[in-house]
């Protein structure tokens, strides 16, 4: 899956949020910018990481921006 196809499963609003995106033979990965905050991986974590879409997508809904 290439970051296009990637990029396609995160809404809009969040878009802006993400520094690159890949999937590799671990499985996919999103790289968020500075001052954003995937909140449904660890505290203060950037990096999601995931084997499956369905999973990728419960990971994206819990992208936020920090204060």
Same mark, same amino acid.
């Given at each position: 899956m290439?970051k296009?196809? !990637?990029?396609?499963?995160i809404p809009? +609003?969040?878009?802006?949020?993400?520094?690159?995106?890949w999937?590799?033979?671990?499985? !996919?990965?999103i790289?968020?910018k500075? +001052?954003?905050n995937?909140d449904r991986?660890?505290?203060?974590?950037r990096? !999601?990481?995931?084997?499956?879409?369905?999973?990728l997508?419960?990971?994206?809904?819990?992208?936020?921006?920090?204060?």
């Open positions: 290439t296009d196809q !990637i990029m396609r499963y809009n +609003g969040k878009r802006e949020a993400v520094y690159d995106a999937q590799d033979s671990d499985g !996919i990965w790289m968020l500075e +001052g954003w995937a991986m660890d505290y203060r974590c990096t !999601i990481h995931e084997d499956t879409v369905k999973d997508r419960y990971q994206i809904a819990g992208i936020r921006k920090l204060k």
